[in-house]
């Protein structure tokens, strides 16, 4: 093992026992929630180094770092995280299972279409990303949209509803932020589920917050500087 290679292992060995401690702490299985690393600003040789030590999902926030990596590095399931520009939508189709940042209609139409046309094995997995405190700025669908997206992607015979996603507002508790996902996780699970399954999935937690994210069901953290260190500013 190279000298990266160790840090990253020991840095992911300290993750995975901050999330077992959660999921203790909160009467959970520590199978029940999913590491998505996220190797936005690191080489594809970090993202090599997480494949090798065990990790099966990655996620990227920038379509034009993503597809490269992507092609880089085969074998692992890549999550698209970031706010998406509807014609990045081919692109992202083309290598990625699931899609966290999903906001708007005129985005699910894009997904759809591009999914279409990838001709995938499997439906594009969608989560409808929601800005908590209703900010229009940042991403996420306003509160009051969340479900017309979320109906939007079940009618789409090329995506497939998992869920729901959402970042915490920098003036909320992580508390409060992530008990608010998930109630708005569970109306939609009430409202979605069906043939194609349950919309479960709730995408929350970061390096700083996944304690209370698992607290509060997070189902799948996205973590990042924790595994492979703090990012510069740019990034
Ligand atoms: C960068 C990023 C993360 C990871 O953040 P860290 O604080 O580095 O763990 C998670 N989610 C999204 C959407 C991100 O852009």
Redesign the pocket.
């Known amino acids: 093992m190279d000298a990266r290679t160790e840090q990253i292992a020991a840095n992911l060995a300290a993750v995975r026992e901050r999330i077992a401690t959660a999921c203790r702490n909160a009467g959970r299985e520590p199978e029940s929630v999913t590491l998505v690393a ?1 190797t ?1 600003t690191y080489p594809a040789e970090d993202v090599a180094r997480l494949a090798e030590l065990g990790v099966r999902d990655v ?1 990227e ?1 920038r379509d034009q770092e993503a597809a490269p990596k992507a092609a880089a590095v085969p074998g692992v399931r890549w999550h698209f ?2 706010q998406l520009q509807r014609n990045k939508a081919r692109s992202v189709a083309g290598y990625a299972d699931v899609v ?2 999903v906001d708007s209609l005129r985005l699910v139409e894009a997904l759809s279409d591009a999914a279409a046309r990838a001709e995938r094995d499997t439906p594009l997995g969608a989560l409808v990303q929601v800005s908590l405190d209703d900010d229009e700025h940042r991403g996420g669908a306003l509160t009051g949209q969340v479900e017309k997206v979320a109906e939007a992607i079940t009618a789409s015979p090329h995506l497939r509803l998992l869920g729901v996603m959402a ?1 915490a507002p920098l003036d909320w508790t992580p508390d409060e932020a992530f008990g608010r996902l998930a109630a708005m996780s569970a109306r939609i699970r009430q409202r979605f589920s069906g043939a194609h399954g349950e919309p479960d999935w709730i995408s929350a937690g ?3 917050d996944l304690e209370s994210a698992i607290l509060h069901g997070s189902t799948h953290v ?5 595994l492979l260190g703090k ?1 510069t500013p740019l990034g």
Do not use: Q
């Open positions: 996220v936005k996620g926030n995280v970031g966290h940042s970042v970061m390096s700083d996205r973590v990042g500087s924790a990012r």
